[in-house]
């Protein structure tokens, strides 16, 4: 059965070592992320696998000590080198992390859904002119920049592969006062026109600091807490082995918090939940390994 764990926590490893690094570049795929749901359940598939095999090892082994039979094989494991597995975990639980934070990065609420809409029926952006100004443009003070930034109701002709249609847009950003004739960014499927026609923001903070900021920081500071917990953990293998032994109050409890991290970071695989909860469900997953981590530490 040594053997039937080893394979069974081997392929745990394999496989939620590659839904982490699906995970580290959300921008890729917008939800449903069918990839990431399906390694996700082949990760959650093996490491059953690896309790069920380890739950009839320890039986064995139980039942062996019973009847005083003092074979070797029967006698505790013996001291195992877990010098890689160290390794595995140190950067294993800091990129888990990260790509669980990472899940937060992106469109979201109904402008997300919509533009996923959108990429699936292979739309585009589009550069419409201006047919004409519906009433008096206001001066947009948001504070984003210096420029004299204008919102104003426009009416634009956008030739979809039906027929050209009149489409009306409320909110239209330009910088400076808009007139007939100039063009704008906009975004919209040819053959689908009931999805709708929406402007490409020209200023979208949030997009920029997902990708430009949040994402490479992530990126960046991963491999330094994986390799500082790789070190902590190779300096502690002797712990590392002892925890390679199944113990159901030590594994089980684990378990079940890698499980909760999941469920929390499912909505944003699945769906484009708010701003402020899916950085919520982000952040709430990302501590997930860190404290099976914990608990594993402290009870192995």
Known sequence: ??????????????????????????????????????????????????????????????????????RRRH???????????????????????AAALCQGVGPDGADGRWLATLRRAHGGTFEIPVRRIVGEPRRADDGVDDTEAYLSTVVVTVPFQDGARQVTLDGVRT???PEAGRTLQLRYVPDRPELGVRQVPDNDIGSFAGRIVVLPAL?????????????ALHRNEAAVRRAR????????????????????????????????????????????????????????
């Open 1 to 70: 059965m040594r053997t039937g764990t080893r394979l069974t926590g081997w392929a745990t490893l394999f496989t939620g070592g590659v839904a982490t690094l699906v995970g580290l570049f959300p921008l890729r795929e917008l939800p449903p992320k069918r990839q990431e749901l399906w390694l996700l359940c082949a990760t959650a598939a093996c490491a059953l696998g690896w309790l069920l095999a380890s739950a009839v090892a320890r039986a064995r082994r139980r039942a062996a000590l019973r009847r005083r039979i003092r």
């Open 219 to 231: 990126w960046l500071l991963a491999p330094v807490v994986g390799l500082l917990t790789a070190l």
């Open 175 to 177: 910088h400076g006062r």
């Open 245 to 300: 032994r199944f113990e159901p109050w030590v594994h089980l409890p684990a378990a079940l918090l890698l499980l909760c991290g999941a469920a929390l970071v499912t909505p944003l695989l699945l769906g484009f939940p708010s701003t402020a909860t899916g950085w919520a469900l982000a952040a709430a997953a990302a501590t997930t390994p860190w404290l099976a981590l914990a608990w594993v530490a402290r009870t192995s």
């Open 75 to 97: 006698e505790p494991w013996p001291a195992r080198s877990s010098y890689l597995l160290s390794w595995v975990l140190g950067f294993g639980i800091a990129f888990t992390s």
